[in-house]
Structures are given as structure tokens and as C-alpha cells.
């Protein structure tokens, strides 16, 4: 493969505007996120209130991990993981939904995020050691992408567990390098969650294999064109993430100026091209997610071309 070209200095500072607008977004708004008044373990409903904090906290990490945002920026992302982290109750939280339910898995998922920052839990970490040593959890019924999610989980925290990253991937729909005229909404999200977590989110691009990477860089551009079309932010924003995480990103001048002009001034980013609502609480449930993908997306293009993003 040849060289990367440097991405153009317009498409660096649409990301940066837009990883720092996005970012300032959920820290001003994180409290919308906060639990309700005696959640417990159970979580009754956890996507209304459990995901958004760890999907912050996920971008936050993130933020933190790549270490290209400014002092000021690197100061939010810190604020937004120690809110996240308070409202689990410093993990405890986590720690009793884990006891309670030891083979579900997004409480390691959720911890994670945290670990990447240099949070731990003792009484979490021994209990997933644990558990990581048992049949039961490693044979729960997860989507071919939902493995790969638990399995980079266990790397980023630490956890000494066996996988077969090849098998992991084969199993996939993007691992089998299908006919790309067949993806629909839900598999184009399946394919950007087995790229984020075979490469832990840009981490490793490399882990990625060469006929996956070719069939990407050939692919990905037509994809995001589907879904610029028709406005669906959310989507092309992960569709953005996957370039970045790829050995050789291309970063897209015309895909980024239609991304970054969905964004508002506030830094929201919306989901789709519908109206967004004026209530603040309204706004934050149905944008938050889109938002989180905006903060990460900026932050990685940036990073992934740092030797050239003094113009920024």
C-alpha cells in the first residue's frame, strides 16, 4: 500500500472544531445524564440512562488516550469521566450488577472506559479476573461484533484472556468481505463495530487484516456518500471513525464538510436531518449519542495526521 497523503488543512479544522464543539456540548450537558434517585444494579432500563454515561465516558477516554486536545479540552474530558465515574458510584455500581448478573457483559465494557484513563475498581478487577476464567461467560449467545466488543474490553482493562482475533473477525459479516451493495442500516453499524474494536478504536490498525483494509478503503467512500444523502449524522459520523481507524485513513475533504455543516453552533450534533427539539433533556436523549460519535470521529481524524495538524 502507498503512503497516506497528509489530510488537507480544511479537513483538520473541521475536525478539530468539531471534536472541541462536540466535546464542549457533553460537558455542559452531562447532567442530563445523571441517574435517577435510587437506580440500583437492576437497571430496569439501562439505554435511558446507564448507556449515555458510558458513551460519554467512552469519548472522554478516548479524548484522553490520544492526547492531541488542548489543556483546556483534556480538563473537560476529565470532568465529564469523573462525573461519569461518580454516578456509578465510583464503579460500585458495576461491581454489584456484575456480582448479580455474571454473564452479561457490559458492566467490563463499561468499565473499560474508565481503565483506559487510569480509574480502577479492586473488588471489579478481581471479579472479572475471575469470571474471565469460567466457561459460562465465554459462552454467552453475542452477535459475531458483540464478542469482539468483550473481548477488546478485556484487553484495555488488562485481562489475560485468550482470543482468536482472526476467528473473532472471520465470523463477522464484514470478515467475510460480502457484496457491498447488500449492507442496509443495521449491518452498516455491525461493520463500524467490528472495525472499532479490532483496532480498539484506532489503536491498532494493524489489527485489522490487509483484505479488510482493501475491501474498506474501496467501499467506505461509497457507503458514506449512501448516507450523506440522506442525512443520517450518526451513521456517516462512525462511518468517519472506521476511516480513521484504518492503516491508511483517507479522510474524506468533501464527506467532512458535509458533516461538520450538520453540526450546531452549540456543538450538538444531530442525529438525522429532522428538527432538533428546543428542550434541553429532549436534545440530550435523542442527540447525545450522535454527539459522542462527533467527538470521537474529530479526535481521531485529528490524531491519525498530528504530524500535520499544526494548522488546525
Known amino acids: 500500500m502507498s503512503t497516506p497523503t497528509p489530510?488537507?488543512?480544511?479537513?483538520?479544522?473541521?475536525?478539530?472544531?468539531?471534536?472541541?464543539?462536540?466535546?464542549?456540548?457533553?460537558?455542559?450537558?452531562?447532567?442530563?445524564?445523571?441517574?435517577?434517585?435510587?437506580t440500583t444494579a437492576d437497571l430496569a432500563d439501562p439505554d435511558s440512562v446507564y448507556k449515555p454515561l458510558a458513551e460519554s465516558a467512552m469519548a472522554a477516554s478516548l479524548v484522553l488516550r490520544e492526547g492531541?486536545?488542548?489543556?483546556?479540552?483534556?480538563?473537560?474530558?476529565?470532568?465529564?469521566?469523573?462525573?461519569?465515574?461518580?454516578?456509578?458510584?465510583?464503579?460500585?455500581?458495576?461491581y454489584e450488577r456484575q456480582l448479580r448478573y455474571p454473564v452479561m457483559t457490559d458492566p467490563l465494557e463499561v468499565y473499560t472506559h474508565f481503565t483506559r484513563a487510569g480509574y480502577r475498581h479492586e473488588r471489579l478487577d478481581g471479579l472479572l479476573a475471575h469470571l474471565g476464567g469460567l466457561a459460562s461467560p465465554r459462552s454467552s449467545e453475542l452477535m459475531p461484533n458483540r464478542r469482539l466488543a468483550v473481548a477488546n474490553a478485556a484487553r484495555v482493562a488488562g485481562l489475560?484472556?485468550?482470543?482468536?482475533w482472526r476467528a473473532l473477525t472471520d465470523a463477522t459479516w464484514l470478515g467475510q468481505t460480502p457484496e457491498p451493495w447488500a449492507i442496509d442500516w443495521l449491518t452498516a453499524y455491525c461493520v463500524t463495530h467490528t472495525v472499532f474494536h479490532v483496532t480498539d478504536w484506532g489503536a491498532r490498525p494493524e489489527g485489522l487484516p490487509p483484505r479488510i483494509q482493501d475491501y474498506l478503503t474501496l467501499w467506505l467512500p461509497v457507503w458514506i456518500d449512501v448516507w450523506l444523502e440522506i442525512q443520517e449524522w450518526?451513521?456517516?459520523?462512525?462511518?468517519?471513525?472506521?476511516?480513521?481507524?484504518?492503516?491508511?485513513?483517507?479522510?474524506?475533504?468533501?464527506?467532512?464538510?458535509m458533516f461538520a455543516s450538520a453540526q450546531h453552533e452549540d456543538g450538538l450534533l444531530p442525529r438525522d436531518g429532522r428538527p432538533v427539539a428546543e428542550d434541553p433533556r429532549q436534545a440530550f436523549a435523542e442527540h447525545h449519542h450522535p454527539t459522542v460519535?462527533?467527538?470521537i470521529a474529530g479526535t481521531l481524524a485529528l490524531s491519525r495526521f498530528r504530524g500535520t495538524a499544526g494548522a488546525a
Open 7 to 38: 489530510a488537507p488543512a480544511p479537513v483538520r479544522l473541521m475536525a478539530h472544531r468539531m471534536a472541541t464543539g462536540a466535546l464542549g456540548w457533553l460537558h455542559r450537558n452531562r447532567g442530563h445524564g445523571a441517574l435517577p434517585p435510587g
Open 68 to 94: 492531541i486536545a488542548s489543556p483546556a479540552d483534556q480538563h473537560r474530558a476529565r470532568e465529564v469521566l469523573d462525573f461519569s465515574w461518580e454516578q456509578l458510584g465510583a464503579s460500585d455500581l458495576l
Open 160 to 164: 489475560e484472556r485468550e482470543v482468536d
Open 234 to 257: 450518526d451513521l456517516v459520523g462512525e462511518l468517519l471513525i472506521v476511516d480513521a481507524c484504518l492503516t491508511e485513513p483517507r479522510c474524506p475533504p468533501g464527506a467532512w464538510e
Open 293 to 295: 460519535v462527533a467527538t
